[in-house]
């Protein structure tokens, strides 16, 4: 080899061709399958997830009526009797409006605390780890756990005591609960990130000003962050959407939206429902419904929400990158 | 009450409440584990930890625990969950190493491959299919794959060959592991895009400089570089894999059974069930306490595995963060 080497000139590549990158005619074969693996992998996910939407959009356009949508479910027998989804797209905002509202303020402070204060360390460390481990959770566990916590005499106010004395444990209260650990992780990220871009010399301009760390807080970090949390809010509530597990479990899937009790918010909250997702999972062949045109057309609205959430998060990063002058890593999820 | 909010807080009241309230986080994790162990003590103290084995019949035990109900009597607290646990392995392990190969070689796709028009388009569309809800793949699942497998996949000489012993529709480990790969392959792509993304421009060009050519560079510099992040991505992954509850118990055909590799070509049609999926199949049931206290166990299994899994994701991660890249 070392007789070929004085050959090659300098200044002029010594593969085949002509351009700046080596052409992949003269790579090694394992190269070049996985060269095309790569193609392949990359254009089949895009063809996969393109796919989807575009079967269930031709699916939804096929079976989704405004009746369904405006009119409440109805025990039936046959396909025209049963009624369409309005309880399940009002049971899906209420559990999101729940759970949002619990998991806001329990994130935001969590991060507040843990970027601010964070004394003793390692009482940090076991917080983040914590949510860390929520986030691995699986939403199942959650609502199991969510079930033998509501089903406890202390939390029988929220849902309903049967004649036996057993308690019910599934309501809107507790399914919101439990979705409410769904949306914590994602908030609490974007807001600890938002939080750590804010440069130090912000806080220590307020610090300079005779501010405290609490008005420094308030005043100076979270505004800078707001649209972080609109970011993690807006993750929080498709996951929310989403989830189909919780609501099995522990929002005692009655088709309509079931008051317990004559007071009437408080009733509703202590009540039963469904969602869009427990409402597809039980007219899927899976569950006792098999109405697939019901299924496909609620999934149809269940993914545009889905989609439309998609494109809000996507807004959000843009503003937030174009107002900051910083561009956000490559961040895809 | 308002008007005390409003007012100025002291410092110390300040960094009290919020830590009290971050605190709340880690005693709901404590809680999560006591509550779920509690409900599954009567179980584990039944059986010891040969719940855990193999040996009875799985199938027979779940519907004596049904049937028994409310008073029910100690025999029924006999559990042999293997089929479960194994169901959860096979379909988590296939599709980890399914996705672990897709997502490096899309994610090399996306980095270094793609035109820059193309990668502005991939990277919104692979995050669409993260965000799809899993009932949805489940609905996609059970509508369109599994009577295409059950119809043109599997003969009828196959079918016929297994008749008495189960039952092939298409609904098995077949299209959960496809569907689960799907599912997590957007997970590990965005991790492991980002960590791509972080390493150094000029260690690439270094060992394209060196006569390398840019895959081989990209393979033996970027992905060995991000290594970290793929562990990472795959521990990630695999949490999500084994608690995957609903799509599961949609499209593996819900019956208690175990596939075995040595009926060949027709393993990979057969039907079973998950640890997750049988909490998700069996819930109905939860009034009898013998099956509560089961499907209690089986969400242990699963919240140490996930607890587990979260510990070394974060360890992993650690040596991450110096280079910047968040996960």
Same mark, same amino acid.
């Given at each position: ?40 992998a990359?254009?089949?996910l ?43 797209? &009002? ?14 303020? &329990? ?7 843990i ?10 460390r076991i917080v983040e780890s914590s949510i860390e481990i929520v986030a691995g959770t699986p939403d199942i566990v959650i ?38 650990l769904i949306a914590l992780p994602p908030l609490f990220a974007t807001?600890r990130d ?41 993750l929080?509530?498709?996951r929310?959407?989403g989830d189909?597990a ?83 890593p490559a961040a895809i999820l | ?24 986080v880690g005693?709901v994790v404590?809680?999560m584990l006591?509550?779920v ?15 855990l ?31 479960f646990i194994y169901g959860t392995l096979l379909t988590a392990a296939a599709a980890v190493v399914l996705a672990l190969f897709v997502s490096v070689l899309s994610s090399i796709?996306i980095v ?5 028009? #193309? ?7 692979i995050r669409?299919l993260a965000s #799809?809800?899993s009932?949805?793949y ?14 043109? @996949? ?7 060959? #297994?008749?008495? #012993? ?10 959960a592991v496809v569907i689960l790969t799907v599912m997590i392959t957007p997970i590990m792509v965005a991790l492991i895009c980002e960590a791509f993304v972080s390493v ?14 840019? @895959?081989?560079?990209?393979l033996?510099?970027t992905v060995r570089a991000a290594r970290p992040a793929i562990v990472a991505a795959v521990v990630l992954a695999t949490a999500r894999a084994l608690g995957e509850a609903?799509m599961i ?22 039907? @079973?069930?998950t640890l997750a999926s ?20 089986l969400a242990l299994v699963l919240l140490f595995s996930a607890a587990v899994l979260s510990v070394a994701g974060y360890l992993i991660k650690l040596p991450l963060r110096r280079y910047q890249v968040r996960g």
């Amino acid at each position: 080899m070392s007789a070929l080497a004085p050959e090659r000139t300098l200044g002029q590549p010594w593969q085949t061709g002509p351009g700046r990158r080596s052409s992949p005619i003269g790579w090694r074969w394992g190269d070049r399958l996985a060269l095309a693996g790569a193609w392949v992998a990359g254009i089949g996910l895009c063809v996969i997830a393109a796919a989807i939407v575009l079967y269930m959009g031709y699916r939804g356009i096929e079976y989704l009526r405004p009746q369904l949508i405006f009119s409440r479910p109805a025990v039936g027998t046959s396909q025209s009797e049963t009624g369409g989804f309005l309880d399940p797209i &009002l049971g899906t905002a209420l559990l999101t409006l729940i759970g949002i509202v619990l998991a806001v303020p &329990l994130a935001v402070s969590s991060a507040l605390w843990i970027c601010e204060y964070g004394r003793p360390s390692w009482l940090a460390r076991i917080v983040e780890s914590s949510i860390e481990i929520v986030a691995g959770t699986p939403d199942i566990v959650i609502a199991l756990f969510g079930l033998a916590i509501f089903q406890l005499r202390l939390f029988a106010p929220f849902s309903f005591t049967a004649s036996g004395g057993g308690v019910f444990g599934r309501s809107f209260i507790a399914a919101g609960a439990m979705m409410s650990l769904i949306a914590l992780p994602p908030l609490f990220a974007t807001t600890r990130d938002g939080l750590q871009a804010v440069p130090t010399h912000m806080r220590e301009a307020a610090f300079a000003l005779g501010k405290t760390r609490i008005a420094t807080i308030r005043r100076v970090l979270l505004p800078s962050v707001r649209s972080n949390i609109a970011t993690g809010v807006t993750l929080g509530v498709s996951r929310i959407i989403g989830d189909t597990a919780i609501v099995v479990l522990l929002l005692g899937e009655s088709l309509r939206l079931e008051s317990q009790g004559s007071a009437p918010v408080a009733g509703l909250l202590r009540g039963t429902g469904s969602t869009l997702t427990s409402y597809v999972y039980d007219n899927s062949p899976a569950g006792e419904g098999a109405a697939p045109q019901k299924a496909y057309a609620a999934a149809f609205v269940l993914l545009a929400l889905v989609l439309c959430l998609n494109l809000l998060v996507d807004r959000i990063g843009r503003s937030q990158a174009h107002a900051t002058g910083l561009r956000t890593p490559a961040a895809i999820l | 009450m308002l008007r005390r909010l409003r007012s100025p807080w002291s410092e110390r009241r300040a960094e009290l409440t919020l830590g009290a309230v971050a605190l709340s986080v880690g005693a709901v994790v404590v809680a999560m584990l006591v509550f779920v162990a509690v409900h599954a003590w009567p179980i584990l103290e039944h059986n010891g930890i040969s719940w855990l084995g193999g040996a009875g019949n799985l199938e027979a035990q779940i519907a004596t625990m049904q049937a028994t109900g409310r008073g029910a009597p100690a025999s029924a607290y006999k559990l042999d969950a293997w089929p479960f646990i194994y169901g959860t392995l096979l379909t988590a392990a296939a599709a980890v190493v399914l996705a672990l190969f897709v997502s490096v070689l899309s994610s090399i796709f996306i980095v270094e491959l793609a035109p820059s028009r #193309v990668r502005r388009i991939a990277i919104p569309v692979i995050r669409v299919l993260a965000s #799809v809800p899993s009932v949805i793949y489940g609905l996609i699942g059970v509508l369109v794959l599994v009577p295409f497998v059950g119809n043109h @996949l599997i003969t009828g000489a196959q079918k016929a060959s #297994v008749q008495n #012993v189960v039952e092939l529709t298409g609904a098995g480990l077949l299209v959960a592991v496809v569907i689960l790969t799907v599912m997590i392959t957007p997970i590990m792509v965005a991790l492991i895009c980002e960590a791509f993304v972080s390493v150094p421009n000029s260690w690439r060009e270094g060992a394209i400089a060196l006569g390398l050519n840019p @895959l081989r560079a990209m393979l033996s510099v970027t992905v060995r570089a991000a290594r970290p992040a793929i562990v990472a991505a795959v521990v990630l992954a695999t949490a999500r894999a084994l608690g995957e509850a609903v799509m599961i118990s949609m499209v593996s055909g819900s019956r208690t059974f175990v596939p075995k590799p040595i009926d060949g070509a027709i393993f990979v049609f057969e039907p @079973l069930r998950t640890l997750a999926s049988a909490i998700i199949d069996f819930h109905e049931g939860i009034g009898a306490p013998a099956l509560s206290s089961t499907l209690y166990a089986l969400a242990l299994v699963l919240l140490f595995s996930a607890a587990v899994l979260s510990v070394a994701g974060y360890l992993i991660k650690l040596p991450l963060r110096r280079y910047q890249v968040r996960g």
